[in-house]
Every structure is written in C-alpha cells, then in structure tokens.
C-alpha cells in the first residue's frame, strides 16, 4: 500500500524526539518498534561500530495525523553524518478541527518557537507555524467541514 512519510535525522536525540512526539499523537512505534544500530550485522572488512553508538536509533516510524507517518535516526558522526537543522523541511498537518489544531499546535510549540501565531487566513484555513524544540518545523493547515 502506498504512503507518504517524511524522515527526520536527529544528532543522538532520535528516541527522545520520538518519545516526544508519541505523547503529542499517540499510538505506538511501527516497524517492530525501535531499530538500534547494535542491531546491524557487522560487516566484513567494516571497522567496529563505537560502542557509544551501538546504542542510538537506526530507524525508527510513528503514524501522526491522517495516516501520515515520521521516520527517523541518530545520524552518527562515526559513520560520516553530519547534522544541519535549516529551513527546508516542515511537517503539514491537517487537522479536522480547529480544536485538534490547537491541542496539536500547543503541544508542538512548547519548548520551541512560534513562527506564526493560529489564525484564519485568506484561503479558509486555521493556520499557523512553529518550530518545535527539536529544530524540526511544522505547519497546521485546519480548513474545518
């Protein structure tokens, strides 16, 4: 079955972003729940993985809204990543209520930042912006029936 996700790396945060965000949506982890990195093969001729990291996040996937799903990981600095928060991914969600909206909206902001306050726009909508405190922006597009 066809889905659409979006995939989130987090500097050794995954699993508290993710604990994060399952108080916020609720329902449970898919995928079999949380993938460590301990949990890949070793490879031969593949240097040994830090133990350090053995621990972090390989994959992890939440179902949110409207059968949208978030994946991430822990982007190790030991297997070449590096993590830079900018501007060009935001989560749309689209609520069917304005009161989902807010509830949502106030869960997501807190501890982070509000790019643009909720409020109807021109289009028909209940909308609004934020960052939450883990860098990742979202956007609430509520257009009620």
Known sequence: MARTSTYLNFPRCTEEAFNFYKSVFGGD????????????????????LPEADKKLVMHIELPIVGGHVIMATDAPE????TVNFGNNVHINLEPDTKAETK?????LSAGGKITME????????????????????????????
């Open 103 to 107: 509830k949502l909206f106030d869960a």
């Open 118 to 145: 909720l409020q109807d726009m021109f289009w028909g909508a209940y909308f609004g912006s934020c960052t939450d405190k883990f860098g990742v922006q979202w956007m609430f597009n509520c257009v009620e029936k």
């Open 78 to 81: 030991s297997m070449g990543f």
């Open 29 to 48: 982890f898919g995928a079999g729940g949380i993938a460590r990195f301990s949990d890949i093969p070793a490879a031969e001729g593949a240097p040994p």
